[in-house]
């Protein structure tokens, strides 16, 4: 009878850990619409990025870093959809798909209550095509 019982706790622990937990970002200001020449919204595994005119991409993204002050993804760009006019073609020639590491950093002023966001890009961990770009965040009044 113990051994039964034992078996079923243990299943029952190894199922617990097994279940898939939902990730939150550390800051709820990543949650906010990023703005510059391009809007940006961010989740824990998607990114989806607007032009100005229109044009869009989402990826599938893994969050490798997750802080107060930065959140880090690297997300799987699919090669564009020749027959969605309104996507953004971001993929080589070749049609790859691509993966790109984004960084995103919350700087330390705040003016006219918008907060300034560096975002890094690169290709890998070694920061190969490391490209900056500012955008900032009109933060939720509830925040």
């Given at each position: 009878?113990?051994?039964?019982?034992?078996?079923?706790?243990?299943?029952?622990?190894?199922?617990?850990?097994?279940?898939?937990?939902?990730?939150?970002?550390?800051?709820?200001?990543?949650?906010?619409?990023?703005?510059?020449?391009?809007?940006?919204?961010?989740?824990?595994?998607?990114?989806?990025?607007?032009?100005?005119?229109?044009?869009?991409?989402?990826?599938?993204?893994?969050?490798?870093?997750?802080?107060?002050?930065?959140?880090?993804?690297?997300?799987?760009?699919?090669?564009?959809?020749?027959?969605?006019?309104?996507?953004?073609?971001?993929?080589?020639?070749?049609?790859?798909?691509?993966?790109?590491?984004?960084?995103?950093?919350?700087m330390p002023n705040l003016q006219d209550g918008k907060y300034t966001i560096e975002e890094q890009t690169y290709f890998d961990e070694n920061k190969r095509g490391l490209a900056h770009t500012y955008y900032h965040?009109?933060?939720?009044?509830?925040?």
């Open positions: 009878m113990r051994k039964i019982i034992a078996v079923l706790f243990f299943t029952l622990l190894t199922s617990c850990a097994l279940l898939p937990r939902e990730e939150k970002f550390v800051n709820p200001i990543f949650y906010e619409t990023i703005l510059g020449k391009k809007q940006i919204r961010l989740t824990p595994t998607q990114y989806y990025v607007e032009n100005q005119y229109g044009y869009h991409t989402s990826a599938k993204c893994e969050m490798l870093e997750n802080l107060e002050d930065r959140i880090t993804l690297k997300c799987l760009f699919m090669p564009a959809d020749p027959n969605n006019e309104e996507e953004l073609i971001i993929v080589s020639s070749n049609e790859k798909p691509l993966y790109m590491i984004k960084t995103y950093i919350i965040v009109n933060p939720d009044k509830k925040l």
